[in-house]
């Protein structure tokens, strides 16, 4: 059974780069079978797709926060990360890894989810 | 792409709750829909308009026709309040698109 499990600071100032990683179960991370994504929910509100990874490392982003994201995949590690930039308290929220088997496009599996707060 | 989700649905326990997703032509997308309880995370109840995961109950039923998806829950119990967001791929940019959300009150 896939598992998924973010980690990251829970607080990030303003301006700096929030960064998430998340942990896959077993060997699923370097399947073909696969894409890993970034979700995230503002409080109270609906979601919003961040990007999506492939485990060669091709990721595409949102087009509204496209400038601002990297994510990145290291199958040594069997884990997979977001790095978002210059962040402002628009971007607070929490944060949700998922798997999506390839060309489906729609996610089985989520982590727990992991609240970042932007504040100084 | 936009996708619109009524912001509530109230429904008396027993009945059917109907929780619909419009955007245009979207029935000629494939449409998935996820539960959401307080605080926890999404669970997929329903994927490509009318399919249930393995585990879901037969009461969760989806449609897909026209500018208007629809997540019918029947016998709706106190389980079911949660959040349900429907999802689809918008194939002419590369990326997806979520629904507004919709929160289910069992009265």
């Known amino acids: 059974q896939l598992q998924l499990q973010e980690s990251g600071p829970g607080l990030v100032k303003p301006s700096e780069t929030l960064t998430l990683t998340c942990s896959v179960s077993?060997?699923?991370?370097?399947?073909?079978?696969?894409?890993w994504v970034w979700i995230r929910q503002p409080p109270g509100r609906g979601l919003e797709w961040i990007g999506s990874i492939y485990y060669t490392g091709s990721a595409y982003y949102n087009p509204s926060l496209k400038s601002r994201v990297t994510m990145s995949v290291d199958t040594s590690k069997k884990q997979f990360s977001l790095r978002l930039n210059f962040v402002t308290a628009a971007d607070t929220a929490v944060y949700y890894c998922?798997?999506?088997?390839?060309?489906?496009?729609?996610?089985?599996?989520w982590g727990q989810g992991s609240l970042v707060t932007v504040s100084s | 792409y936009v996708v619109t989700q009524p912001p509530s649905v109230s429904v008396a326990p027993g009945q059917t709750a109907r929780i619909t997703c419009a955007g245009e032509?979207?029935?000629?997308?494939?449409v998935h829909w996820y539960q959401q309880r307080p605080g926890q995370a999404p669970v997929l109840v329903v994927y490509?308009?009318?399919n249930r995961p393995s585990g879901i109950p037969e009461r969760f039923s989806g449609s897909n026709s026209g500018n208007t998806a629809t997540l019918a829950i029947s016998r709706v119990a106190a389980g079911d309040e949660a959040d349900y967001h429907c999802q689809v791929w918008d194939s002419s940019s590369d990326h997806f698109v979520f629904g507004t959300g919709t929160k289910v009150t069992v009265l």
């Open positions: 490509d308009d009318d």
């Open positions: 998922a798997g999506e088997m390839a060309t489906i496009h729609y996610f089985q599996w």
């Open positions: 077993d060997d699923y991370i370097s399947s073909s079978g696969f894409y």
């Open positions: 032509n979207i029935g000629r997308k494939s």
